[in-house]
């Protein structure tokens, strides 16, 4: 029991330190009066659907008696940022049921009656569901927006990367193109000069067996002419003393 005690004064303490930390602008509809002659709540009042301007009586004395820790709390619920709480009054036997938003005081109730206080507190817990509804809907929504806009960041850098790269790619293939063909002309090229080298060789290797057969078959004897001398036969013609005298004599 008292380890049950003391966790309900600890969030009482934080509840109370919460409250007192942030002003309070209202509550929607609050019954009047003191403590001192607290009026019964009925169930089914009509619940409100925004925090009022300026915060009633009641809701400043309830605020009051929750800093100064007069009041034990016994249930609280929470729904996205609606609250609904039910605290007990041990001085006055006083049950106090509120509404809350973010901290705002929506609607305060006191009742005496104990059964009245847990169907109040029932109700409102319930009003707590259908209130949040849209918040939580809300939060949920821009949860799934954030990562959809992050998501589609991430599709989008992705996209831009692998359009990068295929850019990136393409400049290589055309480059890669280019240099081929390139190589084709020049192998093209090559192949041409090679082919008119290898004509010129054959027809250097060509002259050069004529030179070779020519020069293996030697001279030719059956063209050569015979000297006259050779043929004809030698006529001795007898010299005269008289002219062989003459010609001694002409000289010096």
Do not use: C
């Amino acid at each position: 029991m008292k380890k049950q005690h003391g966790k309900r004064d600890i969030r009482l303490a934080v509840f109370t330190v919460v409250l007192g930390a942030l002003p309070f602008t209202g509550i929607a509809h609050a019954a009047t009066g003191s403590s001192a002659a607290a009026p019964s709540v009925n169930a089914s009042q009509a619940l409100p659907s925004a925090a009022p301007a300026e915060a009633p009586v009641l809701t400043q004395h309830v605020l009051q008696m929750i800093k100064e820790h007069r009041l034990v709390e016994l249930r609280t619920i929470y729904n996205g940022p609606f609250a609904a709480a039910m605290f007990f009054n041990p001085s006055t036997l006083n049950y106090t049921v509120v509404l809350l938003k973010n901290h705002d005081f929506w609607w305060v109730g006191q009742t005496a009656d104990g059964h009245k206080a847990e169907m109040l507190y029932t109700k409102l817990a319930t009003q707590t569901i259908r209130l949040s509804a849209p918040d939580i809907a809300k939060i949920q929504l821009d949860a799934r927006i954030a990562v959809a806009r992050s998501s589609l960041l991430a599709q989008q850098q992705r996209e831009a990367e692998l359009a990068q790269q295929i850019s990136a790619q393409q400049k290589i293939v055309q480059a890669g193109t280019a240099a081929q063909s390139q190589l084709l002309s020049e192998a093209e090229a090559l192949d041409a000069k090679r082919q008119e080298l290898e004509r010129e060789l054959n027809q250097t290797n060509t002259a050069i067996a004529g030179l070779q057969s020519k020069a293996q078959e030697g001279p030719s004897l059956d063209n050569m002419q015979t000297p006259a001398s050779a043929s004809a036969p030698v006529q001795k013609t007898p010299v005269r003393k008289s002219d062989i005298q003459m010609r001694a004599t002409a000289h010096p």
